[in-house]
């Protein structure tokens, strides 16, 4: 069974710093795209951030400078280094898996984690 799960969500000031991890298994992931969208209340889910087997990525353009996604093939980890938190950025984040960047700018997923919340207060 695929599990994408998530952890290090919870509460930062503005101008704080989270660290987001995703632990997959189920399934080698080492040829997908890993990343992270979020879905703030109100709103549609958005693409984070993304990044392929090779090390390519994606950013949104409100979380570049700011956000880093990083991963790690022999372990099946995908992370998201936060720092500079604003309070738009408070939503739940979902772990994903697909196939390439360009699904990843679809939000053509194969797979998602159940999310964990990130709330920035001001």
């Known amino acids: 069974q ?3 799960v998530e952890s290090g969500g ?3 000031q503005a101008g704080g710093s989270l660290r987001l991890s995703c632990a997959a298994s189920g399934r ?3 040829s997908y795209v ?3 969208f979020r879905q703030a209340p109100g709103k549609e889910r958005e693409l984070v951030a993304g990044i392929s087997w090779n090390g390519g ?4 353009d409100s979380v570049k400078g700011r956000f880093t996604i990083s991963r790690d ?3 099946n980890t995908v992370s998201l280094q936060m720092n500079s938190l604003k309070p738009e950025d408070t939503a739940v ?3 994903a898996a697909g196939r390439s960047l360009q699904d990843f700018l679809s939000s053509n997923v194969d797979y998602w984690g159940k999310g964990t919340l ?3 207060s001001s």
């Open 2 to 4: 695929v599990q994408l």
């Open 34 to 36: 890993m990343g992270w």
């Open 57 to 60: 990525t994606v950013y949104a």
């Open 28 to 30: 080698t992931f080492s």
């Open 93 to 95: 984040y979902y772990c």
């Open 10 to 12: 919870g509460l930062a």
């Open 118 to 120: 990130v709330t920035v």
């Open 73 to 75: 093939n022999a372990k």
